[in-house]
């Protein structure tokens, strides 16, 4: 083997041991647009720490993107920001992507980031002895990240099965993080549903007992019956049609930050996010980064399967969904994905 052989061989080695995908590199040059605006709803969410360490790693940057995260208290808003037009792009639920396309807004999404919705009934714990079914939260305040966003259909789901009225149960928005702590502790709702690190934060102190969770493939199961898209990228169809290489280069780096999460030790997690994620406690942050780690997508690639499983849990209590008759396949979009991730 000659010498440039040697060397190209040491550096694939190299490049596979640091879990870092080597995807074909964008070219700067041809980008349509540099400067992008992303609307998040929550981003020290786990639910959305693929796009975190997008950022924090200097992967958007090394693509040629100058990426600005927009964060809002919840995932309705980063969707009316994206609708709106003060945002280029978004990370957030499928389901919104589902929602809009069922009231005529062409929105897409190209790049998976969660593949479980993580997502978390929790009960105050005097409430929490009473409670045997969802049945029981009829007439109980419950709190979400906000109205519309993916938590609230989350619950939504869960009295529909129970076969409870959505009126039956008023919901208050409590944001995504210390907010969301602070409304449990003090009483203001009676249950919880919410993500990580917020829920581990509450079990850890004993504010909250665990009744429904998603947090795995098993949990996700026993809810909705199989795969289900959680978060993802998505944007509308005319700006992923007119920027084409800048949607790639975006997605190329957002692969490398899910190939990276899925070779990174949790310590290398913690420590690659701001030290306000942890809440004050790295120990408690570090053991629920231990509990999530198979809720991301290992590379990004949208399905079928799980896109179809999010119409059709929503088509059972969203009217404008069942009427819609939602075609889930022109909103999935793996081109650049599968670009990324080709050898």
């Not at 629920?288 to 991301?296: D, I, P, S, V």
Request: net charge neutral; proline share 5%.
């Amino acid at each position: 083997m000659s010498l440039p052989r040697i060397a190209l061989s040491w550096m694939a080695l190299a490049c596979l041991l640091c879990g870092v995908a080597s995807a074909p590199a964008a070219d700067s040059t041809a980008l349509e647009q540099r400067e992008l605006s992303l609307a998040v709803g929550g981003q020290g969410l786990f639910y959305y720490l693929p796009l975190t360490i997008a950022v924090r790693r200097g992967y958007f940057k090394e693509a040629g993107l100058e990426v600005e995260v927009v964060d809002f208290p919840g995932g309705a808003k980063s969707l009316q920001a994206l609708v709106g037009g003060s945002a280029d792009l978004a990370a957030g639920s499928f389901e919104h992507v589902v929602n809009m396309r069922a009231r005529r807004q062409a929105l897409v999404a190209f790049t998976l980031l969660a593949r479980y919705p993580a997502i978390v009934l929790a009960l105050e714990p005097t409430f929490a002895a009473h409670y045997r079914s969802p049945a029981d939260l009829r007439g109980h305040r419950v709190g979400i990240t906000a109205p519309g966003s993916s938590t609230h259909m989350f619950l939504n789901n869960v009295l529909n099965k129970a076969g409870v009225a959505l009126s039956e149960v008023p919901v208050i928005g409590v944001g995504t993080g210390a907010s969301a702590v602070a409304a449990m502790r003090r009483g203001g709702i009676d249950a919880l549903v919410h993500l990580d690190p917020v829920i581990h934060q509450l079990e850890a102190s004993g504010d909250a007992k665990v009744v429904i969770d998603t947090r795995t493939a098993a949990g996700a199961t026993a809810v909705y019956g199989g795969a289900y898209h959680a978060a993802c990228l998505y944007a509308k169809e005319d700006f992923i049609a007119r920027h084409p290489n800048t949607v790639y280069a975006l997605v190329a780096a957002q692969v490398r930050a899910l190939t990276w999460l899925a070779a990174a030790s949790v310590d290398d997690i913690a420590d690659a996010v701001p030290e306000a994620y942890w809440g004050g406690d790295r120990a408690a942050y570090i053991a629920a980064l231990a509990a999530n780690r198979a809720m991301w997508s290992p590379d990004g690639k949208l399905d079928l399967a799980g896109a179809q499983k999010v119409l059709d849990t929503l088509a059972a209590f969203e009217p404008a969904v069942k009427a819609a008759a939602v075609d889930v396949r022109p909103l999935i979009d793996n081109r650049f994905v599968e670009r990324a991730s080709a050898p």
